[in-house]
T-cell receptor
Framework: KAGVTQTPRYLIKTRGQQVTLSCSPISGHRSVSWYQQTPGQGLQFLFEYFSETQRNKGNFPGRFSGRQFSNSRSEMNVSTLELGDSALYLC?????????????FGPGTRLTVT | DQQVKQNSPSLSVQEGRISILNCDYTNSMFDYFLWYKKYPAEGPTFLISISSIKDKNEDGRFTVFLNKSAKHLSLHIVPSQPGDSAVYFCAASLISGNTPLVFGKGTRLSVIA
């Protein structure tokens, strides 16, 4: 079974630009969560989508948004990029009732904002 | 405020000895706790979990202990191996199961041969 894939793996953007990251979950997984990992803050939850609906949302500004498609693939968008948005963005997929060990992470997208 | 805290950013242990990674939490509503391991350039992978109705869970070389009164959990790795060198994240979730995981900042474990 193929794992969670994220594209692109690396990205360099300039302040003020916007960026879209993509995540393809494991086949059969309908829940997709996004996390931001930075050296100072660890993994912070951004949002979770289930059946194309946002089910949970973390404490991030409205510049961070996401969506999920009918095939469970998900995208997250960051508008008006700031230097502080430089981070590793991780996507995780799980079955609907996954309680943590059912969360499978992708390798992440490393975003650098200059 | 940090609801899950891993106060040691790094830990060095000799091969064959015990590694003890610690985690504290502040939210008494957390009822499920997990440890994830992360290698560079890879996503975190699930290691072991424990429910709040237990105080210990063992899986091979890995044991997690939970002290609810102290709001503290620890991961023991015995014996430590060089391949265990990674960043370890403690995470917690609320009773409903459909709430997001809350992660600590991680502890970097280095196992020295």
């Amino acid at each position: 079974k193929a794992g969670v894939t994220q594209t692109p793996r690396y990205l360099i953007k300039t302040r003020g630009q916007q960026v879209t990251l993509s995540c393809s979950p494991i086949s059969g997984h309908r829940s997709v969560s996004w996390y931001q990992q930075t050296p100072g803050q660890g993994l912070q939850f951004l949002f979770e989508y289930f059946s194309e609906t946002q089910r949970n949302k973390g404490n991030f500004p409205g510049r961070f948004s996401g969506r999920q498609f009918s095939n469970s693939r998900s995208e997250m968008n960051v508008s008006t990029l700031e230097l502080g948005d430089s981070a590793l963005y991780l996507c995780a997929s799980s079955l609907p009732s996954g309680r943590g060990e059912g969360q499978y992470f992708g390798p992440g997208t490393r975003l650098t904002v200059t | 405020d940090q609801q899950v805290k891993q106060n040691s950013p790094s830990l060095s242990v000799q091969e064959g000895r015990i590694s003890i990674l610690n985690c504290d939490y502040t939210n008494s509503m957390f009822d499920y706790f997990l440890w994830y391991k992360k290698y560079p350039a890879e996503g975190p992978t699930f290691l072991i979990s424990i429910s709040s109705i237990k105080d210990k869970n063992e899986d091979g070389r890995f044991t997690v202990f939970l002290n609810k009164s102290a709001k503290h959990l620890s991961l023991h790795i015995v014996p430590s191996q060089p391949g265990d060198s990674a960043v370890y994240f403690c995470a917690a979730s609320l009773i409903s199961g459909n709430t997001p995981l809350v992660f600590g900042k991680g502890t970097r474990l280095s196992v020295i041969a």
